[in-house]
């Protein structure tokens, strides 16, 4: 079945810092990657996405590259802020039925002054 | 701009009773979608809903679970008879096609607290 992997968390970080938050998935055919972000309180926020492989999203100074080879959707971002802190989610939708995402487990991001 | 809403923000219920948790999508979008998060675990797919019927559901959506859109506006997820486990955060979510952006657009969450 179609399943995401995510880093474990926290990460913590201080300000300015470069963050890597790592996401490996498993589907059927070529999926559609997501980033969504959940900040304290909040629901879910589109990040970034990629619909096809080398494809790179980016919002907000954060970056991600569809590496179909390693099947990987990490997200970058070079200079982190203590505004980032919240818990960032890797998706996809696999390109077969009624397009439900498939999230990973989130990792918790903090970022101290 | 326009957002999905959801209702109430926090609901405590005994077990056994029945909720109806409530969402507005955002108006021009035809698909919508139920997903819980029970805290501190992945966010999980429940139903999807377009044309009127259930177009996909996971195996936790069981008979315990409906979901229906009594008018133009509002799509619900109906628990009949909660149990302890059904202790969760529910998101609503809506997108405007099935084959295009794939972006679903999320409301902020209901707290389901079952005791």
């Known amino acids: 079945g179609n399943s995401v992997t995510q880093m474990e968390g926290p990460v913590t970080l201080s300000e300015e810092a470069f963050l890597t938050i790592n996401c490996t998935y498993t589907?059927?055919?070529?999926?559609?990657l997501f980033w969504y972000v959940q900040y304290p309180g909040e629901g879910l926020q589109l990040l970034l996405k990629?619909?096809?492989?080398?494809d790179k999203g980016s919002n907000k100074g954060f970056e991600a590259t569809y590496r179909k080879e390693t099947t990987s959707f990490h997200l970058e971002k070079g200079s982190v802020q203590v505004s980032d802190s919240a818990v960032y989610f890797c998706?996809?939708?696999?390109?077969?039925?009624?397009?439900?995402?498939?999230f990973g487990t989130g990792t918790r991001l903090l970022v101290s002054p | 701009e326009p957002e999905v809403t959801q209702t109430p923000s926090h609901q405590v219920t005994q077990m056994g009773q029945e909720v109806i948790l409530r969402c507005v999508p955002i108006s021009n979008h035809l698909y919508f979608y139920w997903y819980r998060q029970i805290l501190g675990q992945k966010v999980e797919f429940l139903v999807s809903f377009y044309n009127n019927e259930i177009s996909e559901k996971s195996e936790i959506f069981d008979d315990q679970f409906s979901v229906e859109r009594p008018d133009g506006s509002n799509f619900t997820l109906k628990i009949r008879s909660t149990k302890l486990e059904d202790s969760a955060m529910y998101f609503c979510?809506?997108?405007?096609?099935?084959?295009?952006?794939?972006?679903?657009?999320f409301g902020p969450g209901t707290r389901l607290t079952v005791t």
């Open positions: 990629a619909t096809k492989a080398d």
């Open positions: 998706a996809l939708i696999a390109l077969t039925g009624f397009q439900k995402l498939v």
């Open positions: 589907a059927t055919g070529y999926p559609s």
């Open positions: 979510a809506s997108s405007d096609t099935l084959a295009g952006s794939y972006e679903q657009y």
